[in-house]
């Protein structure tokens, strides 16, 4: 018999890449969207099935995680052997901008899925989709599951609350319900205000004469960049294994966002000069014109300066470690987008 699996969030990157993966596995997969006024599907558009097809094995539902009455009946109905909750506002810059909603949806919407699952059926295993930005001004490198937090927005203070609620509801009612303490990771479906997107985005369209400067924030900061394909396989194994526990996924390589940016730049063959300071610094092409400059309003109110982790639990019993490495990744992000460009989508 297949295994049932049901998703929050299932339009998002991740969402996506584990539908796919989730298909391979022969898995049924029921996934919750949200009610948009344009489509929000476009990430799954090539797994869509539709009404009519018999023995569906992959069934939508509209619900909202901010909406407990939703939560429950689509968990009800769709009696899942498992659910990934991905279901967030993502966007940390954007989290300082509407942090009650953020909180809303992703403190308090783990919560209404804990408690409809305790009501529902004990057994069903819970995945909640943890962030290195609880990490956030580290106090400790690299980081590993035992290294304490400091989140350092809206965004990771509402990602701690679902961390220790799942951590809470294991312990209490002893639920299967484990925390990823997922680093970066990107992909050519990363959502476009994403700062590694925008990049291969804009100079990828730069390159294609379509737009004339990239402008960007904080260069300084260091990521710890994987590939979602490859986390996506992690977060699956995760419900895998015997007991319930809490990983990092990360590839323990660390660049700034400048580095990713010059590496994406040389797989064009854009020749890049860089000068002046701070807001004035800027990066020149081959004819002197300024192609990327800073801008104050992609700052954050108080950032997250570095983040590296180490996953030597999660290859130890998750036998997980990544396949891509930063140039991989990059490399698919590009072909991606010069596809598009090709064929002026
Ligand atoms: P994403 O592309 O922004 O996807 C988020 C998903 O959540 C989308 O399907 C979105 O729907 C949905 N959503 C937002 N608010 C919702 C609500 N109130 N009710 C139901 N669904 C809602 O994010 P991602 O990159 O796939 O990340 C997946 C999860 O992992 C998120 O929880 C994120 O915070 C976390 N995470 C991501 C990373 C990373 O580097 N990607 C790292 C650590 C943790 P719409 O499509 O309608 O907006
Ligand atoms: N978005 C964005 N846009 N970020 C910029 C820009 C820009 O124009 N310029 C510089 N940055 C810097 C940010 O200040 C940050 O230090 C870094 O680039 C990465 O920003 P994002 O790509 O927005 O990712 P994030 O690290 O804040 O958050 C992502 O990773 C988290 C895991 O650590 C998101 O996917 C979160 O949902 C996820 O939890």
């Given at each position: 018999m297949s295994k049932i699996a049901l998703i929050f969030g299932i339009t998002g990157q991740?969402?996506?890449?584990?539908?796919?993966?989730?298909?391979?596995?022969?898995?049924?997969?029921?996934?919750?969207?949200?009610?948009?006024?344009?489509?929000?599907?476009?990430?799954?558009?090539?797994?869509?099935?539709?009404?009519?097809?018999?023995?569906?094995?992959?069934?939508?539902?509209?619900?909202?995680?901010?909406?407990?009455?939703?939560?429950f009946s689509i968990i009800k109905n769709t009696k899942p052997d498992e659910i990934y909750n991905f279901a967030a506002q993502s966007h940390v810059a954007v989290s300082f901008e509407i942090p009650e909603y953020t909180t809303n949806t992703d403190a308090m919407g783990t919560l209404r899925i804990l408690e409809a699952i305790l009501k529902i059926n004990k057994k069903i295993k819970f995945?909640?989709?943890?962030?290195?930005?609880?990490?956030?001004?580290?106090?400790?490198?690299?980081?590993?599951?035992?290294?304490?937090?400091?989140?350092?927005?809206?965004?990771?203070?509402?990602?701690?609350?679902?961390?220790?609620?799942?951590?809470?509801?294991?312990?209490?009612?002893n639920l299967f319900a484990s925390n990823g303490i997922l680093f970066n990771h990107e992909s050519p479906l990363r959502g476009e205000t994403f700062v590694t997107k925008k990049i291969v985005q804009g100079l990828c369209r730069i390159k294609f004469g379509k737009q004339k400067k990239l402008y960007l924030g904080n260069l300084y900061s260091k990521r710890d960049w994987g590939h979602a394909e490859d986390y996506v396989e992690a977060i699956w194994k995760i419900l895998q294994v015997r007991k319930p526990d809490d990983f990092v996924i990360c590839t323990g390589k660390q660049y700034t966002i400048k580095n990713f940016l010059d590496i994406t730049a040389k797989k064009l063959g854009i020749i890049l000069k860089w000068r002046g300071k701070g807001l004035n610094e800027k990066a020149y092409n081959l004819d002197n014109k300024p192609i990327v400059e800073i801008k104050k309003?992609?700052?954050?109110?108080?950032?997250?300066?570095?983040?590296?982790?180490?996953?030597?639990?999660?290859?130890?019993?998750?036998?997980?470690?990544?396949?891509?490495?930063?140039?991989?990744?990059?490399?698919?992000?590009?072909?991606?987008?010069?596809?598009?460009?090709?064929?002026?989508k």
């Open positions: 991740d969402g996506s890449y584990l539908s796919k993966f989730l298909l391979k596995k022969n898995y049924v997969v029921h996934g919750v969207k949200r009610r948009s006024s344009s489509l929000n599907t476009a990430r799954i558009d090539s797994i869509y099935q539709e009404p009519f097809v018999k023995k569906k094995k992959l069934i939508l539902h509209y619900g909202d995680v901010s909406d407990s009455n939703s939560v995945y909640q989709a943890g962030s290195s930005e609880m990490f956030g001004k580290v106090m400790q490198i690299p980081q590993t599951e035992k290294t304490p937090f400091y989140p350092r927005s809206p965004y990771g203070v509402a990602k701690l609350y679902s961390h220790w609620i799942t951590i809470n509801y294991r312990e209490s009612y309003k992609y700052f954050r109110p108080s950032e997250v300066d570095k983040l590296v982790g180490d996953y030597t639990k999660a290859k130890k019993i998750l036998n997980w470690k990544p396949k891509h490495n930063l140039s991989s990744l990059i490399d698919d992000m590009i072909n991606h987008e010069i596809n598009l460009l090709k064929n002026d």
